[in-house]
């Protein structure tokens, strides 16, 4: 047995102490040995490249990059469903999308048998969600103790107000909240034209902050984060349009298969593919790069607030992002497709001191996915009923323990602005491939030669071993769904829509 494995073990078994007493302060064990509290940070459409940590030059991410010295990064990161909805109910419930139910962009389902909020509240955790929830109903909580809204002016039930539009009219009656003038799915970019104080990324950061110092009592909390942008709007202050103006921005990138996607998909601002120009991306993309930076921001804020209530160190730290944004790759907009500017995220982890012996500054290699961060949080406050989803806690994978980890992680997405936009997937990070269920075409990417995906490898004669090895990869993965997706070993045609799994609760 290694020292390394020691470590883990005593770890175990003083959180689990810690979780039989009646408090934090009830367990007969030293103060770094506390059940620790459990923060997670998310970003709405934050790509997987854009973190300085990736390699990404460009963009400017000081206290993200902190948590990813300070802890670990996961190189091959990705939300199996990459739309809103269907990733943050993997994120909810440790479950991928064959069972949870969420197939394609739907309602999250009002209750799941295992839920985070409810699991960490009923073992004792004081919880709380900042920002966006994107749950159905609106004001359901899922098991969270307090609910502190953010939901991008959506309004899906009758009289619904979320706390920062709330908040805003108290504070700004005049203005209207929307008068930066670019849409929720925009594809353009344009500086916020009111005080930088009422932007909603700032209000979370505030609340936040405000959550953190007020926090009292011996309970640890589970705090959920979750920033609306960098989801457009692209509509960061101008200080950011300025800091960024004559950065080098990655330019998009444009595959050799890319071409009939040129044209717009529609006239109106929210499409889903076309190309707009360079100079138009170039401005999306400023917006984009602001946002991801105010998000760091605040994140260093949050920071600063555990370690002036001397909390740093007693606070298992995830950041997650629900999909990304492909801000023109290959003439794409928004999300929903297997590509990695959609499909890729950010998943960096910083732990508390003892939790684990393993090195701090660590880039894993193995693909993990948003279903894993509920088993992730369970494995840290010793809580058992993880053992059965199809997420695995990470925390073994930090001390080195990740021989029996999954080869390669499960992407789709069912039909979204149009039938042709409709496929399944498998990747382990360096190689992906796609199968369209519409027509049957596919894709091969050597992800590690070609991140960018600009060559697709299917139709090589060269490469045909390895997309038969891919193609029995993801058959094998579907087979349980039965014949209409795969029969006598081969992947089928799907030309219609099946938004949910028969496992979709009601």
Same mark, same amino acid.
């Given at each position: 047995?290694?020292?390394?494995?020691?470590?883990?073990?005593?770890?175990?078994?003083?959180?689990?102490?810690?979780?039989?007493?009646?408090?934090?302060?009830?367990?007969?064990?030293?103060?770094?040995?506390?059940?620790?509290?459990?923060?997670?940070?998310?970003?709405?459409?934050?790509?997987?490249?854009?973190?300085?940590?990736?390699?990404?030059?460009?963009?400017?991410?000081?206290?993200?990059?902190?948590?990813?010295?300070?802890?670990?990064?996961?190189?091959?990161?990705?939300?199996?469903?990459?739309?809103?909805?269907?990733?943050?109910?993997?994120?909810?419930?440790?479950?991928?999308?064959?069972?949870?139910?969420?197939?394609?962009?739907?309602?999250?389902?009002?209750?799941?048998?295992?839920?985070?909020?409810?699991?960490?509240?009923?073992?004792?955790?004081?919880?709380?969600?900042?920002?966006?929830?994107?749950?159905?109903?609106?004001?359901?909580?899922?098991?969270?103790?307090?609910?502190?809204?953010?939901?991008?002016?959506?309004?899906?039930?009758?009289?619904?107000?979320?706390?920062?539009?709330?908040?805003?009219?108290?504070?700004?009656?005049?203005?209207?909240?929307?008068?930066?003038?670019?849409?929720?799915?925009?594809?353009?970019?344009?500086?916020? !034209?009111? @005080? +930088? /104080?009422?932007?909603?990324? *700032?209000?979370?950061?505030?609340?936040? #902050?405000?959550? =953190?110092? $007020?926090?009292?009592?011996?309970?640890?909390?589970?705090?959920?984060?979750?920033?609306?942008?960098?989801?457009?709007?692209?509509?960061?202050?101008?200080?950011?349009?300025?800091?960024?103006?004559?950065?080098?921005?990655?330019?998009?990138?444009?595959?050799?298969?890319?071409?009939?996607?040129?044209?717009?998909?529609?006239?109106?601002?929210?499409?889903?593919?076309?190309? !707009?120009? @360079? +100079? /138009?991306?170039?401005?999306? *993309?400023?917006?984009?790069?602001?946002? #991801?930076?105010? =998000?760091? $921001?605040?994140?260093?804020?949050?920071?600063?607030?555990?370690?002036?209530?001397?909390?740093?160190?007693?606070?298992?730290?995830?950041?997650?992002?629900?999909?990304?944004?492909?801000?023109?790759?290959?003439?794409?907009?928004?999300?929903?497709?297997?590509?990695?500017?959609?499909?890729?995220?950010?998943?960096?982890?910083?732990?508390?001191?003892?939790?684990?012996?393993?090195?701090?500054?660590?880039?894993?290699?193995?693909?993990?996915?948003?279903?894993?961060?509920?088993?992730?949080?369970?494995?840290?406050?010793?809580?058992?009923?993880?053992?059965?989803?199809?997420?695995?806690?990470?925390?073994?994978?930090?001390?080195?323990?990740?021989?029996?980890?999954?080869?390669?992680?499960?992407?789709?997405?069912?039909?979204?602005?149009?039938?042709?936009?409709?496929?399944?997937?498998?990747?382990?990070?360096?190689?992906?491939?796609?199968?369209?269920?519409?027509?049957?075409?596919e894709m091969l990417f050597d992800l590690v030669n070609d991140p960018g995906e600009c060559v697709n490898l299917a139709g090589q004669a060269e490469h045909a071993g390895l997309l038969a090895e891919w193609q029995d990869k993801l058959a094998s993965h579907l087979?349980?769904?039965?014949?209409?997706?795969?029969?006598?070993?081969?992947?089928?045609?799907?030309?219609?829509?099946?938004?949910?799994?028969?496992?979709?609760?009601?």
């Open positions: 047995m290694t020292e390394r494995n020691i470590t883990r073990r005593q770890w175990m078994g003083v959180t689990a102490g810690a979780l039989a007493a009646t408090s934090m302060g009830g367990a007969a064990v030293g103060e770094s040995l506390k059940r620790p509290n459990i923060l997670l940070l998310m970003s709405d459409q934050h790509r997987g490249d854009c973190l300085g940590v990736d390699g990404n030059e460009a963009i400017v991410t000081p206290n993200l990059d902190r948590i990813a010295r300070e802890g670990a990064r996961f190189r091959h990161a990705y939300t199996c469903v990459p739309s809103c909805t269907p990733a943050r109910a993997a994120l909810l419930t440790g479950l991928g999308p064959w069972r949870n139910g969420m197939l394609g962009y739907s309602k999250v389902a009002e209750k799941y048998a295992k839920e985070k909020p409810r699991m960490l509240g009923e073992a004792g955790y004081r919880t709380c969600a900042i920002g966006k929830c994107h749950y159905h109903p609106q004001r359901n909580g899922h098991g969270y103790h307090q609910l502190i809204l953010d939901e991008s002016g959506r309004v899906r039930d009758p009289g619904f107000l979320s706390d920062y539009r709330a908040w805003f009219k108290s504070m700004a009656p005049d203005l209207n909240p929307d008068a930066t003038g670019v849409g929720w799915n925009d594809y353009r970019g344009r500086p916020y !034209v009111l @005080p +930088e /104080e009422l932007h909603p990324t *700032r209000w979370t950061g505030d609340v936040a #902050v405000n959550y =953190i110092k $007020e926090h009292s009592g011996e309970a640890p909390f589970f705090l959920k984060v979750s920033f609306a942008r960098p989801h457009s709007p692209y509509d960061a202050p101008q200080r950011f349009y300025d800091l960024y103006r004559d950065r080098a921005i990655p330019e998009r990138f444009l595959g050799d298969w890319c071409a009939r996607y040129a044209p717009r998909s529609w006239e109106a601002d929210n499409i889903w593919h076309g190309d !707009v120009g @360079p +100079e /138009e991306t170039r401005r999306s *993309r400023e917006g984009y790069y602001g946002n #991801v930076t105010f =998000i760091d $921001e605040q994140v260093g804020r949050i920071l600063a607030a555990l370690e002036e209530k001397q909390q740093l160190e007693n606070t298992l730290i995830l950041f997650v992002a629900d999909h990304g944004d492909m801000l023109g790759d290959h003439h794409h907009w928004r999300k929903t497709y297997a590509y990695e500017g959609s499909a890729r995220i950010p998943f960096l982890a910083r732990w508390p001191k003892g939790m684990t012996a393993g090195p701090r500054g660590q880039v894993r290699p193995e693909p993990v996915e948003l279903r894993d961060v509920l088993p992730t949080f369970l494995d840290a406050a010793g809580i058992g009923g993880g053992e059965d989803l199809d997420g695995k806690s990470i925390l073994p994978l930090l001390d080195g323990n990740g021989a029996d980890w999954r080869a390669f992680i499960d992407l789709e997405h069912d039909i979204c602005y149009d039938k042709s936009n409709h496929w399944s997937a498998a990747t382990d990070g360096k190689t992906k491939y796609i199968f369209n269920a519409y027509d049957g075409g087979r349980e769904r039965g014949d209409a997706w795969v029969k006598d070993g081969r992947l089928q045609l799907r030309l219609e829509s099946m938004l949910h799994s028969p496992h979709y609760p009601g």
